[in-house]
């Protein structure tokens, strides 16, 4: 425990101490205003984050989590400072988890901040308190599972942009695998269908918090945690 | 205190694809000893040290620190050492002082005892002045003794230095070397270096490695004497080469006499005399009471290279 709160002390310094973090909120927030507008200005528009957080899911997780994560184990593989790292008496998976949480502060951080959006909301309306708190439930979930891939495509190269396009691909396919199931029929269509992150935030995002779809999403993410510690690990059997 | 080695290292061979990096190596480092380990580049130097560290695995034998061994005990093992990669890896975004914090938690200091390091280590590593500053901004010899600083740092028994007086400037060269020497006793050291008079300043005993085998493990001294039993001289001398040479042989102590003619009636002449003598004298004075112009007289010194070629080839002899 002591191992990841210094692990994740320290990265999250890094992330604050480079112009990356600022200059990727500052685009975050830049689109989610643009988003938020583009929701609520048109007719009939209902006072809701449900259209802000649909897009940004789809869009900027897809682009902004393995921006987040790609520094990660690359520039550590880079620099040799893995090196050091893993001759500590630190567990990989302690590496591997506080990395993950350092990213995770990140990105709620950045969701923190679109709060903003929801109390302009409740200012001028009056919006239904239970699908917010539900969808930003969604999100987190949604940007976990997303920066649990990321992090394992950045385990896979000392090269920061391939970390982040494979980390992006990676996320792609999960978001997108839903729409191959329309092409298709049968069982494959349905379980390439219950495979696609998109799907599952769209209940969250109903205000409906369904115990299957917090499962998908955490079971996603602790697939791909174990995967970047056995990728970390296996400089061991390689 | 047991008799016991600090590392054994026993058969260890290493293999990166089919390639071994380094094969059937075996050796032991006694408690305190500080042990020089010499070679060219990509003799495996770095893998013993990152299979001692416990960063790689051993593809065949076993590494063993303070009894423990580097897979089945890895987090013991490295609780135990202390490392300075050869490239002096460092999180160039962090403060001096906040770096060696975190390699001190990491290393599972208590607060107390990371507070009272870091101002003990700044002290003998002399980083007072940059204690606040970014370790990207600091030379890169003010970054090795940051690398060494963070070895240093959690006290611990065994201490593995790769190349550690790699690209620093000569005083930082001398400094660095008396600190290594003055951390033997109470640390267990092995140093790597590919700089014949640094085993010989900082060492107890040598392991001298090529292509990924031992050669040969010995005492500084003793290894100096095993190798250096004859004395090379060249010179450069003008005036009719035969009458030379046989003048030059004639000087007692000359074993053996060479040469090449070069431009203007001048020629170079390499020597061989016996270990010991220095026959620089005798030349200089043999030359010009023979009225020839003397150009150059040096006597020559073993580069590694030539160490090596001898030492192989005398292996295989």
Same mark, same amino acid.
């Given at each position: 425990m002591r191992n990841i709160r210094a692990i994740l002390r320290k990265e999250l310094g890094t992330y604050f101490a480079s112009p990356m973090a600022y200059i990727m909120a500052g685009v975050f927030l830049a689109l989610t205003g643009v988003f938020f507008v583009n929701s609520v200005d048109q007719p009939f528009a209902e006072a809701s984050v449900r259209g802000l957080l649909a897009t940004s899911s789809f869009f900027l997780l897809t682009l902004v989590s393995p921006l987040l994560t790609m520094r990660l184990f690359a520039e550590e593989q880079k620099l040799g400072t893995l090196e050091l790292l893993l001759t500590a008496p630190v567990r990989d998976y302690e590496v591997v988890v506080a990395k993950f949480l350092a990213s995770f502060v990140m990105l709620a951080s950045m969701a923190l901040a679109t709060l903003f959006y929801a109390a302009l909301l409740a200012y001028y309306a009056d919006p239904d308190l239970g699908p917010t708190f539900s969808a930003y439930v969604g999100f987190l979930l949604y940007g976990a599972a997303t920066l649990a891939m990321g992090l394992l495509a950045s385990t896979l190269s000392s090269n920061q942009i391939v970390a982040a396009v494979v980390g992006f691909g990676l996320i792609l396919v999960f978001t997108l695998v839903d729409q191959v199931s329309n092409i298709l029929s049968g069982t494959v269509a349905r379980v390439l269908e219950r495979l696609s992150l998109s799907a599952h935030f769209d209940a969250f995002n109903r205000g409906v918090i369904d115990t299957a779809d917090i499962a998908y999403f955490l079971i996603l993410m602790a697939v791909f945690l174990f995967l970047t510690i056995r990728s970390v690990e296996s400089r061991r059997w390689r | 205190m047991s008799t016991q080695p600090m590392i054994e290292v026993d058969h260890l061979t290493k293999y990166y694809g089919d390639f071994p990096? =380094? @094969?059937?190596v075996t050796f032991n480092v006694a408690k305190g000893e500080v042990l020089g380990f010499l070679g060219p580049n990509a003799a495996g130097k770095t893998t013993t040290m990152r299979v001692i560290t416990g960063f790689l695995p051993p593809s065949q034998g076993t590494v063993r620190v303070a009894g423990y061994d580097v897979v089945a005990d890895s987090l013991e093992v490295r609780r135990l050492v202390g490392y300075m990669p050869e490239t002096v890896p460092l999180y160039t975004d962090m403060t001096v002082k906040d770096y060696l914090a975190f390699m001190g938690t990491i290393r599972g200091m208590s607060r107390k005892a990371i507070e009272r390091r870091k101002s003990e280590v700044t002290e003998v590593c002399h980083l007072e002045q940059y204690? $606040? @500053? +970014? =370790? $990207?901004? +600091?030379s890169k010899g003010f970054r090795q003794r940051v690398g060494i600083a963070q070895a240093i740092l959690h006290e611990p028994e065994v201490l593995v230095l790769d190349e550690p007086t790699i690209g620093i400037d000569p005083i930082q060269v001398v400094e660095t070397r008396q600190l290594i020497k003055s951390l033997g006793g109470q640390h267990t050291v092995i140093v790597s270096t590919h700089i014949l008079p640094e085993v010989s300043m900082i060492c107890e005993r040598v392991i001298i490695i090529h292509e990924g085998e031992i050669v040969t493990v010995d005492k500084p001294e003793n290894l100096a004497a095993r190798l250096e039993a004859t004395e090379h001289i060249n010179m450069e001398v003008r005036g009719p080469t035969a009458a030379v040479v046989n003048v030059l042989r004639s000087v007692p102590g000359v074993q053996d006499v060479s040469f090449s003619p070069q431009a203007d009636l001048k020629a170079r002449y390499a020597l061989v005399g016996r270990r010991g003598e220095d026959l620089r004298e005798a030349l200089a004075k043999a030359v010009v009471e023979h009225g020839w112009g003397l150009v150059e007289l040096a006597a020559v010194s073993m580069t590694l290279e030539q160490i090596f070629l001898r030492l192989t080839t005398a292996e295989e002899a």
């Open positions: - | 990096a =380094i @094969s059937d204690y $606040g @500053s +970014l =370790i $990207g901004k +600091l």
